[in-house]
Nanobody, 130 residues
Framework: VQLQASGGGLVGAGGSLTLSCTAS????????VGWFRQAPGKEREVVVC????????YYVDSAKGRFTVSRNNAKETAYLQMNSLNPEDTAVYHC????????????????????????WGQGTLVTVSS
């Protein structure tokens, strides 16, 4: 029972990548799905979340206007399209489900912490060169 992130790689500054997050062993359609990242030496942080009905909540200001999250419940997959990438976006990216159901936690709330999310799988590394 996990979400598997994929699609990472090496890209130059200003480039784009689209990550995928696929459910294994359960259906994700009733859950909010959060995208997280963990840069070397830093704590894991939530970047953006998409609710079961497609509403989006951003938690990192730098992602607004550059990152777009979407989902296809029929394919049990969520996506994170990342544009205008910069070296500060270099991190391992993960996805996980909201323990509290289909909604996404409010920004800057305790509920947005990684411990409030579940079904973690292996992340995917995004490296942005300068």
């Amino acid at each position: 029972v996990q979400l598997q992130a994929s699609g990472g790689g090496l890209v130059g500054a200003g480039g784009s990548l689209t990550l995928s997050c696929t459910a294994s062993g359960f259906t994700m359609k009733w859950h909010g799905v959060g995208w997280f990242r963990q840069a070397p030496g830093k704590e894991r942080e939530v970047v953006v979340c998409i609710s079961s009905d497609g509403a989006t909540t951003y938690y990192v200001d730098s992602a607004k206007g550059r990152f777009t999250v979407s989902r296809n419940n029929a394919k049990e997959t969520a996506y994170l399209q990342m544009n205008s990438l910069n070296p500060e976006d270099t991190a391992v990216y993960h996805c996980a489900t909201n323990r509290d159901g289909g909604k996404c936690p409010a920004a800057n709330s305790d509920a947005s912490r990684p411990t409030n999310f579940a079904s973690w799988g292996q992340g995917t590394l995004v490296t942005v060169s300068s």
